[in-house]
């Protein structure tokens, strides 16, 4: 009789997506959870605490009100706020507290003194044996890879596709194999909190490009509340769309360090022995994790080395080296990082004698805090900085 078995080939990634990837007992994984409730719940009464003492009661006023989902919201967005990281960036738009980096970058005469005009054509012919201008740098970004002395800091932006993020793993991925035997770098990719997901599928489908999946980490960018641009007694109100949703926008790039330290990657990168982190924007379409780049921080005895560009990018590009030194300095204080505040327009609703009343703005109302990571610039003595030119001859 003729066999009626189907085979059934599932598509690729499909078995890793449906795996269970938490190999601990039912009874480990309960306490694991009761724990992770009880430490979310310290966040929510430390984060009432915190809106307590800036005077930002008014927040609150929706854990009193609505029904029990609607307080589990916001009690939730309460939990999820870097408090130490607000504070700090609305003292800076208080205070009128802003970064300069970009100013000291282009005024500078010692950064224009020190910069390395690195040839396209040097950089991508990385096959290339024969001995060239860069051959010192190179050798030494090598040996910084082979080492595993080195990490990158992927951020996804949100204004490339997924087909350009995919192109742009796969050149990283190409590029670790021609550098010998394929090195696997710590890779920690930021993304918008709409596209943390396909990053995670794009790299279970392509089965990690080839990296070792213990040193990978997808992390959302961090959000903070908006604050209103009139004050009240020099004070800036959160702003709430409704009594139970705190109206949060993205930070900028500058908030990466927030993210290292808080998800314990500082410290997991400090433990692997890493020296150099290259931290890079998915849009500016970056030669990701290239020797030469490595080694020409390395070789100068930099702290920060920074690639700059004469085609007048946005500030949302961005590609910088950071010594472990730097990366460390900004990760653990947070007082490090420059905040500017953004002029937006929101729809909003404002606690007015016990009553909560919509307000339709006809003018910029609020600020969004915003941060670069080129603000690690302000805290960067001029001969620990090295600044790279890419061009085309």
């Not at 430490?39 to 008014?58: C, N, P, T, W, Y």
């Not at 953004?342 to 969004?368: C, I, K, L, M, Y």
Request: charged content about 25%; aromatic content about 6%; hydrophobic content about 40%.
């Amino acid at each position: 009789m003729a066999s009626r078995e189907m085979r059934i080939t599932p598509p690729k990634g499909l078995l890793e997506l449906n795996s269970r990837s938490d190999k601990r007992s039912k009874k480990e994984r309960r306490a694991m959870e009761w724990k992770d409730r009880k430490r979310f719940q310290r966040r929510v009464i430390a984060g009432k605490k915190v809106l307590s003492e800036m005077d930002q009661v008014h927040v609150l006023e929706g854990l009193v009100s609505g029904d029990k989902v609607q307080k589990a919201s916001l009690a939730e967005q309460i939990g999820s706020i870097d408090f130490q990281l607000f504070r700090h960036a609305v003292h800076c738009v208080s205070k009128q507290i802003e970064s300069s980096s970009m100013n000291l970058l282009a005024n500078s005469s010692l950064s224009r003194k020190k910069v390395i005009k690195i040839p396209y054509k040097t950089l991508i012919n990385l096959g290339d044996k024969a001995e060239h201008a860069f051959s010192t740098e190179f050798k030494n970004g090598l040996d910084i890879l082979l080492k595993s002395k080195a990490a990158i800091v992927l951020v996804r932006n949100g204004s490339d596709s997924d087909t350009e993020f995919l192109s742009l793993l796969n050149s990283f991925s190409e590029l670790m194999k021609v550098v010998e035997n394929k090195v696997s770098p710590p890779l920690i990719v930021i993304a918008p909190a709409g596209h943390v997901e396909s990053v995670r599928k794009c790299l279970v489908e392509n089965d990690y490009f080839g990296f070792d999946t213990q040193k990978v980490w997808v992390l959302e960018e961090v959000e903070l509340p908006v604050v209103s641009i009139c004050s009240e007694g020099n004070r800036k109100k959160v702003l709430m769309k409704s009594p139970w949703e705190i109206i949060k926008k993205p930070t900028g790039s500058g908030a990466i360090f927030s993210l290292l330290l808080s998800n314990k990657i500082l410290e997991t990168l400090n433990e692997m022995g890493v020296q150099y982190t290259q931290i890079c924007s998915s849009s500016n379409k970056p030669i990701i994790g290239h020797p030469l780049l490595f080694g020409a921080v390395a070789s100068r005895g930099a702290d920060v080395g920074i690639q700059v560009s004469k085609t007048g990018e946005t500030l949302d590009d961005f590609d910088v080296i950071l010594s472990i030194d730097q990366l460390n300095k900004m990760c653990r204080d947070v007082t490090q990082i420059r905040f500017s505040a953004r002029s937006e327009q929101n729809v909003h609703v404002e606690h007015v004698d016990g009553q909560w009343v919509a307000v339709q703005p006809e003018v910029a109302n609020s600020h969004r805090l915003h941060a670069e990571v080129t603000s690690v610039l302000d805290s960067c003595a001029p001969d620990k900085l090295c600044v790279m030119e890419i061009v085309e001859q």
